[in-house]
T-cell receptor, first 112, second 114 residues
Framework: KNEVEQSPQNLTAQEGEFITINCSYS?????LHWLQQHPGGGIVSLFM???GKKKHGRLIATINIQEKHSSLHITASHPRDSAVYIC??????????????FGKGTHLIIQP | KAGVTQTPRYLIKTRGQQVTLSCSPI?????VSWYQQTPGQGLQFLFE???????NKGNFPGRFSGRQFSNSRSEMNVSTLELGDSALYLC?????????????FGPGTRLTVL
């Protein structure tokens, strides 16, 4: 069982819709990352969270440490938001795996 | 500021050969991490260097190794290549404490093992 679970795996929505992508993890963490990967492979780091909420433009990321859960929201979605969104966690020191553990990603398609 | 660069961008090797991939981080960044991405396993962490020292290592066999130079440039080496090593290899740099800061990814090196 992957330590990081994302849902949904695939999501198709219409332009303008509010999008939510969820990430649940099973270990104590020191940080959680949200990444965006466009076709062709380029990866962009969207957020790094250790608590609370962060906002950047139309993107909002939240994390609940007690519930071991994070969400990425996209407001007023646009076709250029179409990409794979990946959640990754950094386990706390001594918490098992070193480095980052990744979810399988959510493939988002926004139709015009 | 120039972004993270990786060379080569594409590489074809045969089983049993060895390969060296290079990563130049953003100027001033001292941390470099390496990742493997395959369709089956997704993204997996390989290792991470900070100030020329390996700080963390993922669950990969000893055939995978790396190093970081004094100018923060990093190389990773895979010896005795196997078909399953075919993947996109990504490196990322960050300015400070390993994996606790935002990471900036390079375009990747796509390795094909025949």
């Amino acid at each position: 069982k992957n330590e990081v679970e994302q849902s949904p795996q695939n999501l198709t929505a219409q332009e303008g819709e509010f999008i939510t992508i969820n990430c649940s993890y099973s270990v104590g963490i020191s940080a959680l990352h949200w990444l965006q990967q466009h076709p062709g492979g380029g990866i962009v780091s969207l957020f790094m969270l250790s608590s609370g909420k962060k906002k950047h433009g139309r993107l909002i990321a939240t994390i609940n440490i007690q519930e071991k859960h994070s969400s990425l929201h996209i407001t007023a979605s646009h076709p250029r938001d179409s990409a794979v969104y990946i959640c990754a966690v950094r386990p706390r020191a001594g918490g098992g795996a070193d480095g980052l553990t990744f979810g399988k990603g959510t493939h988002l398609i926004i139709q015009p | 500021k120039a972004g993270v660069t990786q060379t080569p961008r594409y590489l074809i090797k045969t089983r049993g050969q060895q390969v060296t991939l290079s990563c130049s981080p953003i100027s001033g960044h001292r941390s470099v991490s390496w990742y493997q991405q395959t369709p089956g396993q997704g993204l997996q962490f390989l290792f991470e260097y900070f100030s020329e020292t390996q700080r963390n290592k993922g669950n990969f066999p000893g055939r995978f190794s790396g190093r970081q130079f004094s100018n923060s440039r990093s190389e990773m080496n895979v010896s005795t290549l196997e078909l399953g090593d075919s993947a996109l290899y990504l490196c990322a740099s960050s300015p400070g404490q390993p994996l606790m800061r935002e990471q900036f990814f390079g375009p990747g090196t796509r390795l094909t093992v025949l």
